[in-house]
């Protein structure tokens, strides 16, 4: 506690130029009474929905005038002297209960005043939604209709701000932004930037920590979604998308003032900035005690892409601040909810394959075991098919991963399994290499006395390299490989190309519908042991084809047959690009 209180004092001149009065850690004001949890209601949306948008750029300007108590109120309208003959103020409680899961009584019971005062997010729990008539369905948990909100208002261009703020506040391109984006959209580019602000670190953190734990959080979000995040310390400010900075009561310019230790622990602007307050015992992933900045950090950035809060148990957007264990991940409702604004990760791959291994179990019976893998230019993922997702942290680069094999834009990958044959190779180029499963890494030198990297024309006779995919038909012992408009066969028993090949790939492996057919330039071949179906993958988009079970249940389906395309991202889900500033953590 002490350290704590040394350091802010120390930091804080340096951190924030707008105070006026330099203050100690002060204690947020609980909510006790009437009169405190009708602030409460009106401050976050629950007695009249908040223009939450609006009490940023707009407020600044008067940043220095407002006094807090007027600011927390001025959305609230009339101010009833008794809220409990309010039905104004009763209808807000019983909201309020409701999606907290208290009971609903309409009365300020210990039970609201208690969770009142928890920890929460500074953002309003419901705010004012532009066009929610036009899309109900759409805007129940999602402030989605926010990007269209300034230029369909006639009023709602942005108010002239005096020359002293313009160079002070941190949030001057937001109407832009707001302006730029497409309807339904929210960050209309693929790549943000972001940066912690010099004024604005932490007091309790390192510098280190804050940018390492801001990274993992942004991360997160990439994980799931389609938009790159990358930490940007030398553009001009007005070039960075996101900027983050701590704060202690009145801070950073911003219009809202923070509240001391307690209750509220930071506030974001859609499509801007984020706030944390520094009065808050913020700690490090690793550390159990006091508020996860991690956590936080990922919820805020939640707002930032447009997300409102979601009250659903297991969501990072909820309102309050919920300790757990510190290996926390992204909710299904969270990833559904940010995907249903920026659209699913999607294809192409370069390689996609099952790596299946023999391994000896505790009685010494001899088991097969297989992970999923997904290469696309230097980086992988490992997909468990049980969970229908990707291994928490991928995507991992392949040099790190795949010692001695190309460390980006893999051929294929073929994995020969017979009775006498265990052996597995990676292709690229005119190039093949064949994997060391129990050094993990490729042979410079087989047992046979074989160097590699070699030619495909010499250790698979007949095949002319490069090649687009491949994959290993345990049915018929061959290797097929993809190549333009054709498909080579290759007997792995008697070494050679299986005469009457190569054959178009459209005859070997024939459309289900007409025309719906990959045709030529596959991306890979992929025999997935989980679905027990061969697909063929090319762009966005994959084919499956007719397998023995298929044809059981269907017997006029021709074997290998390729059912119509679906896409990549409805089978396998969410295996997304992370920015390279982000990859190596
Ligand atoms: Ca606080
Ligand atoms: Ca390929
Ligand atoms: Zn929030
Ligand atoms: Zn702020």
């Not at 009708?38 to 223009?51: I, R």
């Not at 992988?380 to 980006?408: F, L, Q």
Request: with cysteine.
């Amino acid at each position: 506690m002490m350290f704590r209180f040394v350091n802010s004092e120390k930091l804080f001149h340096m951190r924030d130029h707008s105070d006026i009065e330099p203050s100690n850690i002060q204690q947020a004001q609980l909510v006790t009474d009437f009169v405190s949890a009708q602030l409460f209601l009106s401050k976050y949306g629950w007695a009249e929905n908040v223009m939450w948008e609006d009490t940023n750029t707009k407020d600044n300007e008067h940043l220095q005038d407002i006094h807090p108590m007027e600011e927390a109120t001025a959305n609230s309208g009339k101010r009833s002297p008794e809220p409990t003959k309010n039905p104004h103020f009763i209808e807000a409680l019983k909201k309020f209960q409701k999606l907290n899961n208290l009971k609903v009584t309409g009365r300020l019971d210990d039970a609201t005043i208690t969770a009142m005062n928890r920890p929460r997010c500074g953002v309003p729990d419901n705010q004012v939604l532009k066009n929610i008539q036009e899309r109900p369905s759409k805007t129940e948990n999602m402030s989605k209709t926010n990007s269209t909100k300034i230029t369909n208002q006639v009023d709602g261009a942005p108010k002239k701000r005096s020359k002293r703020f313009l160079d002070q506040i941190m949030f001057l391109d937001k109407y832009k932004k707001e302006q730029e984006a497409p309807r339904g959209k929210v960050f209309s580019k693929k790549l943000l930037k972001w940066r912690m602000i010099g004024e604005g670190y932490s007091s309790q953190l390192s510098v280190t920590e804050q940018r390492y734990v801001f990274r993992i959080a942004f991360r997160m979000w990439s994980e799931v979604m389609p938009l790159d995040f990358e930490e940007d310390n030398t553009s001009p400010l007005s070039q960075v998308d996101i900027k983050l900075g701590f704060g202690r009561g009145r801070h950073l310019g911003c219009s809202r003032e923070f509240d001391g230790s307690g209750q509220e622990f930071a506030h974001a602007w859609f499509l801007g900035d984020i706030h944390f307050d520094d009065d808050e015992h913020f700690t490090a992933p690793s550390n159990d005690n006091g508020i996860s900045l991690l956590k936080v950090a990922v919820h805020e950035i939640g707002h930032v892409l447009g997300l409102s809060h979601i009250h659903r148990t297991g969501s990072i957007m909820q309102p309050n601040y919920i300790p757990q264990e510190s290996g926390f991940e992204l909710d299904w409702s969270d990833r559904k909810a940010i995907q249903n604004l920026y659209g699913s990760c999607e294809g192409p791959f370069d390689t996609v394959f099952d790596f299946v291994r023999k391994e000896r179990n505790q009685y010494g019976e001899t088991t097969v075991r297989y992970n999923t893998y997904f290469f696309r230019n230097g980086w992988y993922w490992m997909y468990e098919n049980r969970n229908n997702r990707t291994r928490y942290g991928d995507p991992i680069t392949i040099s790190s991963g795949w010692h001695g094999i190309p460390a980006e834009k893999i051929d294929a990958f073929v994995h020969v399994w017979t009775w006498t044959k265990d052996i597995y190779y990676f292709f690229k180029g005119t190039l093949y290499w064949r994997y060391d499963t129990e050094n993990d890494k490729a042979f410079s030198e087989d047992s046979q006395g074989k160097t590699y990297p070699r030619l495909i024309s010499q250790g698979f006779p007949g095949i002319p390299g490069p090649i687009d995919a491949a994959y290993f038909d345990r049915r018929t012992q061959r290797i097929y490989f993809f190549k333009d408009s054709q498909v080579f066969a290759f007997d792995v028993n008697r070494n050679h190309a299986v005469p009457n090949f190569p054959k178009k790939i459209v005859d070997v492996f024939p459309a289900v519908a007409r025309n719906n057919h990959p045709g030529t330039n596959l991306d890979a071949a992929y025999y997935s042991y989980s679905h027990k179906a061969l697909f063929l993958f090319k762009g966005k988009h994959f084919w499956r084809a007719v397998s023995d079970q298929d044809r059981q249940t269907n017997p006029a389906l021709p074997l290998n047959a390729l059912f119509p395309q679906q896409a990549i991202s409805e089978q396998w889900f969410d295996i997304c690009n992370v920015h390279s500033s982000l990859l190596k953590l």
